[in-house]
Nanobody
């Protein structure tokens, strides 16, 4: 049973920071692609960033490049998304997901991911 648990969401003012965590269990960690996505109210889910679990490669959407940073603790099977300079338009439900076939050109495509967490809400006040 694959399980992903996100945490770290909350409400912050514009310009604030949050660090989201995604703990992965029940699946071989190394070699998978771990992605972060968000879904603003009334909008489609959008890919933000992804990394190779246990590796060094990271990928970012232009939406967040320069403001969000991925990191991981492979021993704990946990991926972190550090979010800085937050804006009201960053308000959304944030999800992490596992793509078992690794990070290829579909690494920021939600439909290519196999397992999802329950999400954590991020609200940025203006």
């Amino acid at each position: 049973q694959v399980e992903l648990v996100e945490s770290g969401g909350g409400t912050v003012p514009t310009g604030g920071s949050l660090r989201l965590s995604c703990a992965v269990s029940g699946h071989r960690y190394s070699g998978a692609c771990i992605g972060w996505f968000r879904q603003p109210p009334g909008k489609e889910r959008e890919g933000l960033a992804a990394l190779y679990a246990g590796g060094f490669s990271t990928y970012y959407s232009d939406l967040v490049k320069g403001r969000f940073t991925l990191s991981q603790d492979s021993a704990q099977k946990t991926v972190y998304l550090q979010m800085n300079s937050l804006k009201p338009e960053d308000t959304a439900m944030y999800y992490c997901a596992v793509r078992t076939l690794g990070c290829n050109s579909l690494r920021l495509s939600a439909s290519s991911y196999d397992y999802w967490g329950q999400g954590t809400q991020v609200t940025v006040s203006s």
